[in-house]
């Protein structure tokens, strides 16, 4: 009698299983001789007719059947994930940057600072080849002109900007960069100043 689909432990477990119905069936009731008492059956014992399965079992359960390497390296195939490298400019997310320049007298000295590494800007935005739109709100002779094949994503607004309404000229301003900005960007506002801004509108 064969078990296809039972293996190992549970092979073993009906095999006893069998043997016990074998055994328990032979007497009286269906006329077979039972075994002489003194003689182990199949590493058991039998005591009076009945089965005593409390015997070791003569290594029933001494070897595990080979299931024939079902269970072996079942993790041994899982395919490597795709390559997803991309270039920066494919995987760039579009960037709209907004500054506003602080002129008033106390930042003079920055101005003057700023209008001489606005360069390092330009050459990091330009060799990282971001999709950006940069916008600069500041007053006559501050705003920065954009390096050569950056005209068209660049927008300079000329307005006064004091110490303590930078992000209210961003808000003024707004009508005349509104356009420029595209739907679905990100958008950062960086106010230069040395000081806070009081606009409650804000």
């Given at each position: 009698m064969a078990?296809?689909?039972?293996?190992g432990r549970a092979m073993r477990g009906a095999r006893l299983l069998l043997i016990s119905s074998v055994l328990l069936g032979c007497g009286?009731?269906?006329?077979?001789?039972?075994?002489?008492?003194s003689r182990p059956v199949d590493g058991g014992r039998v005591d009076g007719g009945r089965f005593d399965a409390s015997m070791p079992d003569a290594g029933l359960d001494a070897t595990i059947e080979d299931d024939?390497?079902?269970d072996a390296g079942t993790?041994?195939?899982i395919p490597c994930p795709p390559d997803r490298t991309v270039a920066p400019r494919e995987a760039s997310v579009p960037v709209?940057?907004?500054?506003?320049?602080?002129?008033?007298?106390?930042?003079?000295?920055e101005n003057a600072r700023?209008?001489?590494?606005?360069?390092?800007f330009w050459d990091a935005i330009v060799d990282a080849d971001v999709d950006s739109h940069v916008v600069f709100i500041a007053e006559r002779g501050y705003v920065p002109g954009p390096p050569g094949g950056f005209a068209r994503r660049y927008l300079g607004i000329e307005d006064r900007v004091g110490s303590w309404d930078p992000l209210l000229k961003v808000l003024d301003n707004y009508p005349t960069y509104r356009n420029f900005l595209r739907p679905g960007s990100v958008v950062h506002v960086v106010a230069v100043t040395d000081d806070d801004s009081r606009a409650i509108e804000w």
């Open positions: 078990f296809p689909l039972l293996g009286s009731s269906t006329g077979l001789p039972i075994p002489n008492s024939g390497g079902t993790d041994a195939f709209d940057i907004i500054f506003v320049f602080d002129s008033s007298g106390s930042m003079i000295d700023l209008q001489e590494n606005i360069s390092i």
